[in-house]
């Protein structure tokens, strides 16, 4: 049975550069061995049941284990070549899986929703598949996460509803994708890349909203309309919202606002608004109704993975649109029911924002190549480099007591020569490399972690990008021939400080949300102060660490305190005031 049986039946839902110091390079080449690799592809490998002792099941099972380990998040985020990461699952379908697939018939009602489109029918694996499957794992990894926390504050009291855990999840993307400018100017993204971010569109947020509901087998829609918009309210001014549809009833959410749509939006007590409701108002009468998908989610071949998955590495990878290649109840059938007969299967259709933006954000030109390329580097930092050994006789705490003290000074001499040659080799032994430390820090946050350790990691972030110069002591030959000093300070180039400066910033401001989803509020209210009292000028999180605090106030009961800062993001440039306007006008009662 695959991990989305649950849905058979409808009440089941739920390169730098530096000025050269004259003469100071010396004659130190560095010879690395060169080679080439002559592995086999996976599915060219020989047969070697006999000899092991594993059943072809047996095999099967961890050659489909091995491939998805390379789709992880983690190791697909490092990846150079993701299409190495593919693979895999290639070698696995071609070698265990073939027939299963080729039996499968993508439905003539499927093409009709979808087009002629390969990303449905195609037969392997590709690069923008292994970027999906990567995807559904990390989004259920932080639903899962998300879902747990939920649980645990409502220990002692009722047990969590579906309601609940949709509106913990809800309360957790707000939060942690900030809306851009109306006005700005953004790549087309994909949805991981959204996520890593942490700032995007509206659209993001219902896509990726969606996306995280369908993990924890809840179906999310988009409603959409073109009437004319009217003066306040979600119901008259959105054009479009978000329908969460559960067993017992739907909930509607507005995701440029940020907030579900209740009865009287100045309270948090007032009901939320259900489907069949906002379809009763002016606007929503003639509203359209769209699935909320890439299309590879409606692939046999994840039909076939899926199936196929180890308990461990289950997610929700394929969708049984209109029925007949699983036991799935379909999908337009379970919106039929879930929207109280209001849309019939015939008027579902799909939106197209999700599968544009991967296509978009899989052909940028070579300047938006660029673009992307500076607007992802602070995740690589901070930069760093190897330690060098100890540069003074104090520090060298191992050498043999027999020595002369000529013996020890030469000893010394030598290390420090050894250091500055290093120091003068290349770049990297200059000023360091990308660690990569933030894009991993970040990457345990969005996996749902919220232990010390995440905010330590963070901090330790913040900790190693603060150089800002390398200082270097000369060895007595050098400072002899070439009159330099006896400690020489060399700064680090502008990309490297620009690179650091940002990698700082965005640390702290996400160990505030760390601090946060910990129910730290206390703490995590110093942290957003000191985020801005550090960076004072242009902080892209200025905003959202106003509003956030707020949050932190208002759920310590502060709530005098809360309106001041609220009333400090209250201003026309802020992409989310409206949210901040809502919050107000709920305090202030």
């Known amino acids: 049975m695959n991990v989305a049986s649950p849905r058979l039946v409808p009440e089941d839902m739920s390169d730098f550069c530096c000025r050269p110091l004259c003469g100071i390079l010396l004659g130190i080449s560095l010879l690395l061995p060169s080679g080439c690799s002559s592995e086999k592809p996976a599915e060219d490998q020989p047969n070697t049941t006999e000899k092991t002792g594993e059943t072809d099941g047996e095999r099967c099972r961890k050659k489909l284990a091995a491939a998805i380990q390379r789709v992880q998040p983690g190791n697909l985020m490092l990846q150079d070549k993701p299409e190495r990461a593919i693979n895999g699952l290639n070698a696995w379908i071609a070698s265990c899986a073939k027939q299963e697939l080729e039996e499968l018939t993508v439905p003539a009602e499927v093409i009709t929703l979808t087009g002629e489109s390969a990303r449905v029918s195609a037969r392997r694996f590709t690069v923008n598949d292994a970027a999906y499957i990567r995807d559904c794992l990390l989004l259920r990894d932080l639903t899962d996460a998300i879902c747990r926390r939920v649980e645990s504050e409502k220990m002692g009291t009722a047990a969590a509803s579906d309601e609940d855990r949709v509106l913990g999840i809800y309360q957790w993307l707000v939060r942690n994708v900030s809306l851009l400018n109306d006005s700005s100017q953004r790549l087309p993204l994909s949805l991981f890349d959204v996520a890593m971010t942490g700032?995007?569109?509206?659209?993001?947020?219902?896509?990726?909203?969606?996306?995280?509901?369908?993990?924890?087998?809840?179906?999310?829609?988009?409603?959409?309309?073109?009437?004319?918009?009217?003066?306040?309210?979600?119901?008259?001014?959105?054009?479009?919202?978000?329908?969460?549809?559960?067993?017992?009833?739907?909930?509607?959410?507005?995701?440029?606002?940020?907030?579900?749509?209740?009865?009287?939006?100045?309270?948090?007590?007032?009901?939320?608004?259900?489907?069949?409701?906002?379809?009763?108002?002016?606007?929503?009468?003639?509203?359209?109704?769209?699935?909320?998908?890439?299309?590879?989610?409606?692939?046999?071949?994840?039909?076939?993975?899926?199936?196929?998955?180890?308990a461990e590495d289950s997610a929700v990878l394929y969708e049984e649109l209109t029925g007949g290649l699983s036991e799935i109840l379909p999908l337009t059938e379970r919106i039929a029911t879930g929207s109280g007969k209001v849309f019939s299967v015939d008027q579902v259709a799909i939106w197209d924002y999700p599968e544009a933006q991967v296509v978009a954000a899989n052909s940028l030109s070579e300047s938006d190549r660029l673009e992307y390329s500076l607007m992802m580097r602070p995740f690589g930092g901070p930069y760093e480099r190897e330690e060098f050994e100890p540069e003074s006789m104090e520090e060298l705490t191992t050498v043999p007591e027999e020595l002369t003290k000529e013996e020890r000074d030469a000893l010394v001499q030598n290390r420090l020569m050894k250091n500055f040659e290093q120091v003068f080799r290349t770049s990297d032994d200059r000023f360091g490399k990308p660690s990569q430390g933030l894009r991993k820090a970040r990457l345990r946050q969005l996996r749902g972690e919220d232990d010390t350790t995440v905010i330590q990691g963070f901090q330790q972030v913040r900790i190693a990008s603060m150089e800002t110069e390398l200082r270097i002591r000369v060895p007595e030959q050098v400072q002899r021939e070439f009159g330099y000093p006896p400690v020489i300070t060399i700064p680090f180039p502008d990309i490297v400080k620009e690179v650091n400066q940002s990698t700082t910033g965005d640390s702290l401001y996400w160990s505030a949300m760390c601090q946060m989803d910990r129910g730290e509020f206390g703490t995590a209210n110093i942290t957003f102060m000191n985020y801005r009292r550090q960076y004072p000028d242009n902080a892209k999180w200025t905003y959202a660490s106003l509003i956030n605090q707020g949050r932190c106030l208002i759920q310590q009961g502060r709530t005098e305190d809360a309106v001041k800062y609220l009333k400090m993001a209250d201003v026309e440039k802020n992409p989310e005031r409206g949210l901040v306007t809502l919050l107000l006008s709920i305090v202030s009662q």
């Open 199 to 310: 700032r995007g569109t509206a659209e993001d947020r219902a896509w990726i909203f969606a996306e995280c509901l369908r993990q924890q087998q809840i179906d999310a829609v988009l409603l959409q309309t073109d009437a004319a918009p009217g003066e306040s309210g979600s119901l008259e001014q959105s054009r479009w919202l978000i329908a969460v549809l559960l067993d017992d009833r739907s909930l509607v959410f507005d995701p440029a606002l940020g907030v579900p749509v209740r009865a009287e939006m100045t309270s948090e007590n007032s009901p939320i608004l259900d489907l069949v409701t906002v379809t009763q108002h002016e606007r929503w009468k003639s509203a359209t109704v769209s699935v909320i998908a890439q299309l590879a989610a409606f692939a046999p071949r994840m039909l076939v993975l899926q199936e196929q998955l180890a």
